[in-house]
Each structure stands twice: as C-alpha cells, then as structure tokens.
C-alpha cells in the first residue's frame, strides 16, 4: 500500500471516546441539579433526539455566530433528550444545567484517548505524513485536542460548522484536502462511521478506512 501524503483523521469514536457513556455524563450532570435518570434511559433517548437533529450546518450564519448556533444545536438535542426520558420538567432551570453540560465536554474529563491513537499518530508524523481532523464535531474540538495533549499532532482542522459542509458530503473532504495542497488520491481518510467515514471519503476520492471500535456489523 502506497504510503499517503495526508491522513484525515475523524475525533469522537476515533481518536477519542466517552468515558462510560453519554447517558452516564447527562445523568452524572443531572444529578447535580436534583433530577434523577438512569443512564441506560438517557443513552436510548439521546440517541433518538441525535439522529433526528439536521446536520450542524449553518449556512446562513455569520462565522462571528457559529458557536452561538452550536450551542443552540446541542440545546435542543439535550432538550429532547430529557423530554423523551420524561423528567424535562424536573428542572428548575435547565439552561444552567445545559451550559454546565456543553462546557463539560470542551474539556477532556469526559474524554478518554483510545490505546491506538498516539503510537499510530507519532509514526505517521515521524514519517512525514501530514495529518488533519476531519470531523462533524463543533468549534469545542479546539479545546479538547488542546486538554487532551493532541492538537499538536495535526496541521488542520476542518469542522462541518465551519466548513458548512458535513460528511458524508464531498464538498468537507475537498475543503481538508485544500488545507494540505493534496489531490483526494493521495490522502486516506480514518473514521468510525461507515457511511460518513468510509463512504463519503471513496465518494470524494480518498482512501477510505473504517475503523470499528465499538465491534458492529457492517450495515447493522
């Protein structure tokens, strides 16, 4: 296999995982408020609320406006979230508990580094291969890779809120690839997700590689 000239790398699931679990954050938060929930609840209800969530893309927005829009985008996320486990109304007030939320996850507590992750990132950069974040995941990414000790290790970041583009859409792949000057042919792109990962970077002409950390069957 012919060594790349750039690497995408996605983040959450990839490079890094939730300690535990999100349910298990959101009721570990939630507690602290004085609404009780069992994780396993909020893990199901959070999963329903994220998959019917639009993409996060702002095309309308000004980029001095995208953080706001971010946080509005995960606001309703954790709102549904609670009102489908049914004690949403529990909350004296639930902006408080959201901004402790949102503010959580920027930084690396939740956050654990797969085993994997660093050996494989020092050998690329020990053999000239440039790497890049390639991910749907919002402007907290900055901080996170910074508290987790990784930011170093890349030379870009492409974010679906600032690129307005997510993946599996081609147009984010083009935009990475135009950070490093590399044609799609000469990069891979690693990720967790098949369709957004693995097929959206062949859509684009990358190199796609699935990385199956969580042992699912592919189409399942």
């Not at 890094?16 to 396993?40: L, N, T």
């Not at 009102?83 to 939320?101: H, W, Y």
């Not at 797969?114 to 907290?140: A, H």
Request: net charge negative; with cysteine.
């Amino acid at each position: 296999m012919e060594r790349p000239k750039v690497i995408l790398v996605d983040a959450v699931g990839t490079l890094f995982g939730v300690k535990g679990s999100v349910g298990e954050v959101y009721s570990q938060i939630a507690q602290e408020f004085d609404v009780e929930v069992a994780p396993e609840i909020l893990n199901t209800t959070f999963i329903e609320s994220f998959k019917a969530a639009p993409p996060p893309i702002f095309l309308d927005a000004e980029a001095q406006d995208i953080p706001q829009r971010e946080f509005d985008w995960w606001q309703i996320i954790a709102l549904n979230t609670f009102e489908s486990a049914g004690v949403l109304k529990q909350f004296s007030d639930f902006s408080a508990f959201f901004s402790e939320l949102y503010i959580h996850f920027g930084t690396a507590q939740p956050w654990f580094i797969y085993p994997d992750v660093l050996p494989s990132l020092v050998d690329w950069q020990r053999s000239g291969i440039e790497l890049g974040i390639l991910s749907n995941f919002d402007s907290r990414i900055y901080s996170v890779l910074q508290s987790l000790g990784l930011s170093h290790y890349f030379k870009s970041i492409t974010i679906s809120t600032q690129a307005r583009a997510a993946k599996p859409d081609p147009q984010i792949f083009a935009i990475a690839l135009e950070k490093h000057n590399c044609p799609p042919e000469a990069a891979w792109h690693i990720g967790d997700s098949i369709v957004e990962d693995y097929q959206g970077a062949k859509a684009a002409g990358l190199r796609g590689i699935w990385i199956n950390r969580n042992k699912v069957q592919p189409g399942s």
